[in-house]
Structure formats: C-alpha cells, structure tokens
C-alpha cells in the first residue's frame, strides 16, 4: 500500500507531500468468499433437503472448478420453489467466483433481504462492492456485519478502508484501530492509519507508527521516504537529511530518496555531498540525476559559487547523445561565461549548436559572448538567429536593441524594442522606449 507521494521540489524549495493510499490492503476478496461456503449452524439460514443434497456435492468443486459448479447450481434455482436465502449464498458465491458481479450482487442482496440476520451474506456483499471500487455501497454492508457481531479483523480493516476512501476519516481510524486489535502485525491496517494520522497532521502518531514499519520492514523505501516526509513537514530539515543518509548509506535508497537527500544537502549548502548524491542518481534515472546536477550548477553559478559549480559539472558529463547532454553543455558555456573565458564558453556553445542548431538559449549565449569579446557582427548575427525562435525572441529583441543603440541607430533600437513589449509588457522596458523615442528625430 503507498502511503505517500514523493516531495515535489522546484528550485531546491520544499512543500509537505499530500498522502495517498495508491492500492488496495491485500486482503484477497475470494479467499474471504469461497472460505464463507460453510454454513455457520444456529446462526444463518438453513437450505432444503434437496439444496443441501446439492450443495454437498459442489461445495468442493466451487475452489477447483467454479463453472461446472454454477451450470449445477442454476438448474437447482430454476424450479418452481424459490431458493433459501442460504441457496442463494452459495449461488452468489459461485457466481463471483466466475466474475458474474451483477448476478452474485443481486443473490446476495435477495439473501439479506429475506434473511437480514444473515451475516456473511453481508460481508461477501461488502465484498463486492470493494473489489469493484463501490466503497461507499460496501460501508453500510461491513457496518451490519459488524452490529451482527463479526470481530473478524479484516472485515473493520476493509470497513476503515472504505470509509477512508468516503473521506470518512473519524469512523475510519476506530476501524483501523479495531482491525489492528486483532490483527496487530497487518502491515495494510497500519498504513492506513498512518495515512490518517499525516492527513489530520497529528505527526508525533505518525512518526510512531512509520518508525515501526521501518523496523518491521527496513528494506521497504516507502517507509524511509514517508518518515522525512514527516519530519519535513515538522521543519525538521536536518533530521530528515541523516535519514535519508542512512537509507542511502545502507544501499537501499532509491531514485525518490536520492533526489530529495541532494536537494536537501543542497538546500543547506552541503556543496560535496548534493553532487556526489545527484551523481548516484544517475545510475538509477540517468534523465533525473543530469537534470538535477544541471540546474543545482546553475544555482551555483547565478550565487557566483563557481568553484562549487565546476566540482558539481565534474559530476556529469553525460554522452553527447543522451537527452541531458544539451542542458549539460549549457551550464558548462554559462559557467566558462561566468568565469570570463569567452572562446572556451563559444567552444561549448558550438559543440551544442551541432546537436540542437535552433537552441535559443545557446544562440544567445553565443551572441553574448561575441559582445563580450567586441565582435558585433557575429553577435548581431546569433542574436538575429536567436531572434527567429519563438522562445528566445523576447530577450534577442532586447540584446538587438542593445546593440543598435550603441551604434545609434535610435529608429531600429525603437523597432526592436517595440518587439520585446508585444511579447512581455515591462514598465522598465516601457521607459527604456520613451527614452529612445526621444532621440529617434535627430537621428541622421
């Protein structure tokens, strides 16, 4: 059963996960059914002599051959005098066994019907209703077995389960804690109360709880991960990063545990130990961990940590023909910009120009570092091919004014930047145009 999605991180930011059961507790609906097959005497309707006579000779064949034992059933059902409620039981039993819901649902509920007492009938009802995702038709079914006086744990966990899928969180929680009172080593009953306890905030119980599971199950991620959800959500930043480092340092993290522990040692500063944490990750999700270790570089870059930058790069150098090889290029031009190496910054944008020839953000790159080194006529040429690609045609329009207004060529500087304002309004661009236009008469 998943309790939690991953953390979602954007920009090395945090945000408390949502929880979620993503499947059903495993409890197997036809154990339940075809263990129902033996009456319970005193207690639940009695069939015909004829019935019984029946019902002896395919009670046994319903587990090993369901159909046979249906055609046998239905012939019975067919005279003249109705079925018994406990008949109908055992045909209701049959037909789920084949998967004819619609017909299993209707015996049963005749069943109950006639006989309301009839416990079991109630719980296979319950049942089915369960197995087919009608949870809230399943409640009142596990309710009545429950008033009837069944104690059997599977029956209050399937009862919390659904309740809980009804948003029904109170009544939920006393069915888990009443399954687990029976059963208390059910993994499935625990993870549905733990999710109840993250939903409702009441983490000191949750905490508990996965810190059980952990030591119940240490190998299960799922546990490691929900645990420094929790602690997350507490503002427990450090206590969540040894967690997570021990899961990794135990081997057993995988790609979620990895990524959020790198953006976690990032989040803190932890230079080292965030690149050596994307750079595992990109033996278990080669497209995640290039991508992480990229724009934690940039990070770096845009904090002026270029020494950091470059150790994180180092990390990653990708083949020229995976999908993250681009992005890589990218920041390795933008740190050798950064550093003011402006041929070794062309070099890169060169080699990814030949991957990706209409690469906006590289063609501004390029052109920027062209100005960088006073040759305007190949700056003006990038920034013009830059110009042509939708995503980059804002900051090319710009770069363009830029470079027309220090040749004062005040009319083209107006056109371009009249450009920038119908993609994107921008006050500062509003008054850089006003200012421009002021000019433009005595040009020439």
């Known amino acids: 059963m998943q309790i939690l999605r991953p953390l979602l991180l954007s920009a090395l930011a945090f945000a408390v996960p949502a929880a979620a059961l993503a499947v059903h507790p495993a409890v197997d609906p036809k154990r339940i059914v075809n263990e129902s097959n033996s009456f319970l005497k005193e207690r ?17 064949m319903l587990a090993t051959n369901p159909e046979f034992a249906v055609k046998l059933l239905e012939m019975m059902s067919n005279d003249k005098e109705p079925p018994s409620p406990a008949f109908l039981f055992i045909l209701g039993n049959a037909y789920y066994a084949v998967g004819q819901n619609d017909k299993a649902e209707a015996d049963y509920k005749v069943a109950v019907h006639r006989f309301p007492s009839f416990l079991r009938a109630w719980v296979n009802l319950g049942i089915l209703y369960y197995s087919t995702g009608r949870f809230g038709e399943a409640v009142p079914c596990f309710s009545k077995a429950v008033v009837l006086g069944d104690r059997d744990s599977s029956t209050f966990g399937l009862l919390g389960f659904c309740l809980q899928k009804e948003g029904d969180l109170v009544s939920a929680e006393m069915a888990y804690m009443q399954a687990l009172g029976g059963d208390p080593a059910n993994v499935d009953w625990k993870e549905g109360l733990l999710e109840i306890c993250i939903e409702g905030r009441q983490f000191t119980r949750a905490e508990s709880l996965v810190k059980n599971l952990i030591k119940e199950r240490p190998t299960d991620t799922r546990y490691w991960l929900t645990d420094a959800n929790i602690l997350l ?8 990063t040894v967690l997570l480092a021990t899961a990794a340092g135990l081997n057993i993290a995988h790609s979620e545990e990895l990524n959020l522990l790198g953006d976690l040692y990032a989040e803190q500063g932890l230079v080292p130990e965030a690149g050596e944490i994307y750079h595992r990750l990109l033996a278990t999700s080669p497209e995640l961990g290039g991508q992480k270790l990229v724009r934690y570089a940039h990070v770096l870059i845009s904090a002026g940590r270029l020494e950091d930058a470059e150790a994180v790069l180092g990390k990653a150098d990708p083949d020229p023909t995976a999908p993250q090889a681009i992005d890589f290029r990218q920041a390795r031009a933008d740190l050798l910009a950064a550093e003011g190496k402006w041929p070794e910054a062309r070099r890169q944008i060169d080699d990814l120009l030949k991957i990706d020839p209409l690469n906006g953000r590289a063609l501004l790159s390029l052109g920027r570092a062209y100005a960088a ?51 994107e309004k921008s006050d500062a661009v509003e008054d850089y145009l006003a200012r421009v236009r002021t000019l433009v008469p005595k040009e020439g």
Do not use: C, W
């Not at 639940?44 to 046994?60: G, I, Q, R, S, W």
């Open 44 to 60: 639940e309707p009695e069939m015909t002599e004829e019935e019984y006579a029946l019902y002896e000779k395919v009670v046994t």
């Open 233 to 240: 959500s507490e503002g427990r930043k450090v206590d969540a």
């Open 373 to 423: 080194e006073d040759d305007v006529a190949r700056a003006t040429l990038a920034f013009e091919s830059a110009l042509q690609v939708k995503a980059s045609t804002y900051e090319a329009s710009l770069e363009l004014a830029n470079i027309e207004l220090r040749a004062r060529h005040y009319a083209k500087t107006v056109e371009y930047l009249e450009k920038a304002l119908s993609i």
